[in-house]
């Protein structure tokens, strides 16, 4: 009998550290490397299932926190959890509502057990998560994988708030993992350490001294710091330290360019809210680089948007033009076609990279995606 979670790594690169894997999940099989489209609150923002279904998406993500606040795990519980009661036949991940907790950092108080914090963005009320009343919500919520409660810094932080983040993580994933029951969800372990790999290593020993996680995120990244000091100390993260033989998840980023990067030294997952968020500002990923619909000079543009891209807005037809006037026009059919075909080209980008992989030609795929211009994207 097939078990109900395994990670199997299909081929290695030889020219680099990516690598192809099948993740078997409860509720079906992931094909990395992957990006997750992100929904927040049980919903990636103005599409509907069949919609991420139609262009591919593979698992996505709801969030711990905003769930919790309303409608509330428990309402969720007795919904049937999740995939029933969002109609998401297909994996989902919730993180540990950790990074929302950290971005209250002015309304938060951290103790060694718990977490305080006010809900400014919604009743004001103040909240007590404990690593155990965490897990009681990653469970009731019912997801594939949950990710441990765990504390990350923006950047710069000083070194003293950095390593007590990482102290308390890894306290925390011992009590996540003692108190996490449900077996047909995964749990994963958070690395932190912020740009220190001294303290990241250390985060990685004592998570493997805690127990064996299903997998690894990489948290406290993508936190203010530029993306080439995040590789300074994630490249020898990945090459070196972190176990080869679970699924390495790299928190909260989205950009292509970095994606193609990350990949290239070892990343299985992703996610990010922005391809959905530039799409409600109005940009669009194509294989020109950065479009900014807003532009006037897209008005009388009666080229497709991408005419390079398979997804279901480019094949209907529509305009550049068309798409202009609807940004302009603030119409929210704007909003759902641009972030379709946002997460439609990180999708691709991601079976692309796959591919490569598996042709065993992943460093030429790279350096020629980094030196054209879709590889060189303005965020």
Known sequence: MEPLFSFQIEHEDTSTSARAATFTTAHGKIKTPVFMPVGTKATVKGLTPCDL????????????????????????????????????????????GGFQVFSLEEHMRIEDDKVRFRAVD????????????????????????????????GYPAPYEKVKRSMELSATWAEQCFAAHTRPDQALFGIVQGGMDLDLRRESIRRLQEVGDFFGYGIGGYSVGEPHETMFETLTPLLEQYMPKDKPRYLMGVGNPATLVRAVGKGVDMFDCVLPTRTARMGSAFTSEGRIKLKHARFALDKTVLDPACGCPVCKAGFSRSYLHHLVKSKEMLGAILLSKHNLYYLLSLMNRAREAILQDRYEAFQKSFLSSREGRFDF
């Open 53 to 96: 279904r139609e262009i591919g998406a593979q698992i996505i993500l709801a969030n711990t926190y905003h769930l919790e606040m309303r409608p509330g795990s428990s309402l969720i519980a007795q919904m049937g959890g999740l995939q029933t009661w969002e109609r998401w036949d297909k994996p989902i991940l919730t993180d540990s």
């Open 122 to 153: 919604y009743d004001g009320a103040w909240i007590e998560w404990t690593p155990q009343k965490n897990m009681e919500i990653a469970q009731n919520l019912g997801s594939d994988i949950c990710m441990q409660l765990d504390i990350c810094c």
